[in-house]
């Protein structure tokens, strides 16, 4: 969960006054390391001067909203192959990095789709298929008003999909259900009401053409 | 690759005007036709001076971003101006607010001072996120797993907001 302080500490963070201008070279330099073409000691060393020149955090603030729009790939949208983890030696690779706790869920979940399949050289090979549905936004953490699309993993076609928003107070926002495709534009009536910087959780829930049903996590996104 | 666009000033208009839209501050999102009309005659004189240049998204996102720069430079210079301007001075000056700079700016102070005390991988990771990055744009940019950069900021937001509560500060 976001703490409830993030906005505004990028706010007070995007406030700092501006001392001095950062030079041309620094503007381009930050317009690549922005959409994740700098080498790691090129970003360091840009995020540090982003800490001491609040120009050079002006610039890439402004460098990511016009690479949010173009949709330059800071984060590639995952295929559906990448997402679908085989096998338990790959489920736990890909488990990785994960809590205790979600690690235990999957394997759960990895468990219940454990099927056998064609018999080799006299054992049983097994093979498992966990469906993770995953936030696909570009900046997952903001809904735009001006666009407010949510975009998640697609998952085979025929698959169905409903979507649930609320506030982080759980205060019911918007729903949709019977969705063919793995986006929804949320009405723009259902935001009219919420101030900018309102925590909203998302989630989807998928139902595939067997009839099986999958759930996302919850997704959390700054409205703005 | 982003592919090649049309080379029509006219046509190149619109997604100009949506990349001046998002690289504005929001005072100076009233003028995103005139922003995006100086886009434009900047991107008219570079085309003159390299015709035969690949015109991508990625070029034209990048002509709005150094738009925008110049005119905040150009206001700011203005500002500085006007307040030595004594003519000038029931005017309102061009840029943000002064009372939200005022404000923000003992608390940025303080981020940046909670910033240098953090530990290196969470101090990059909270600046990005700071800079209005997602979590997962984080752990794409610093190479970290999505879980890692997951708890790396948000523990760190923890102890950055009691980090700069306890200079004071209540942002």
């Known amino acids: 969960m976001t703490p409830d302080t993030a906005p505004d500490l990028r706010a007070a963070f995007a406030a700092r006054p501006v001392v001095a201008e950062a030079d041309e070279d620094t503007l381009q330099a930050v317009w690549r390391a922005a959409s994740g073409q700098a080498s790691a000691e090129e970003l360091a060393a840009l995020l540090q001067r982003v800490r001491d020149e609040p120009?050079?955090?002006?610039?890439?603030?402004?460098?990511?909203?016009v690479h949010e729009e173009f949709e330059e790939p800071v984060v590639e949208a995952a295929p559906v192959e990448s997402n679908v983890v085989r096998g338990p030696a790959h489920w736990w690779r890909g488990a990785t990095g994960m809590g205790i706790g979600t690690v235990m869920a999957m394997a759960?979940?990895?468990?219940?789709?454990?099927?056998?399949?064609?018999?080799?050289?006299?054992g049983v090979a097994m093979r498992a298929e966990v469906v993770r549905i995953e936030n696909t936004l570009l900046y997952a953490g903001v809904i735009?008003?001006?666009r407010p699309v949510l975009r998640w993993t697609a998952l085979p076609e025929g698959t169905s999909y409903s979507v649930t928003i609320t506030t982080d107070a759980l205060v019911s926002v918007a729903r949709a259900g019977a969705l063919d495709t793995p986006e929804w534009v949320i009405p723009a009536d259902a935001l009219a009401g919420l101030p900018d910087g309102t925590v909203l959780l998302w989630r989807v829930e998928a139902t595939l053409p067997d009839g099986a049903?999958?759930?996302?996590?919850?997704?959390?996104?700054?409205?703005r | 690759m982003s592919p090649e666009l049309p080379r029509t000033l006219a046509e190149l208009q619109r997604p100009l005007a949506a990349a001046v839209r998002k690289a504005a501050p929001s005072w100076l999102r009233d003028e995103t036709d005139d922003l995006t009309q100086l886009a434009l005659l900047r991107l008219d004189r570079a085309l003159k001076r390299e015709p035969d240049r690949r015109l991508t998204r990625a070029y034209l996102g990048r002509i709005a971003y150094t738009t925008v720069i110049d005119e905040i430079r150009k206001r700011r210079k203005e500002r500085e101006h006007a307040a030595f301007d004594v003519e000038s001075a029931?005017?309102?000056?061009?840029?943000?607010?002064?009372?939200?700079?005022?404000?923000?700016?003992?608390a940025g102070a303080a981020i940046?001072?909670?910033?240098?005390?953090a530990a290196p991988r969470a101090r990059d990771a909270l600046t990005l996120y700071l800079l209005g990055h997602s979590v997962p744009e984080i752990s794409k940019l610093l190479d970290h797993t999505r879980k890692t950069a997951e708890n790396i900021v948000y523990r760190g937001l923890t102890v950055l907001r009691r980090c700069v509560e306890a200079k004071g500060y209540r942002p």
């Open chain 1, 213 to 223: 049903r999958h759930r996302s996590a919850t997704f959390d996104a700054v409205l």
């Open chain 1, 55 to 65: 120009s050079v955090a002006e610039a890439w603030r402004m460098a990511r909203a």
């Open chain 1, 144 to 146: 735009e008003r001006s």
């Open chain 2, 90 to 106: 029931d005017r309102p000056a061009p840029g943000p607010d002064p009372e939200r700079l005022a404000a923000g700016s003992g």
């Open chain 1, 108 to 122: 759960a979940v990895a468990v219940m789709y454990v099927v056998p399949v064609e018999p080799v050289g006299g």
């Open chain 2, 112 to 117: 940046t001072e909670c910033l240098e005390a």
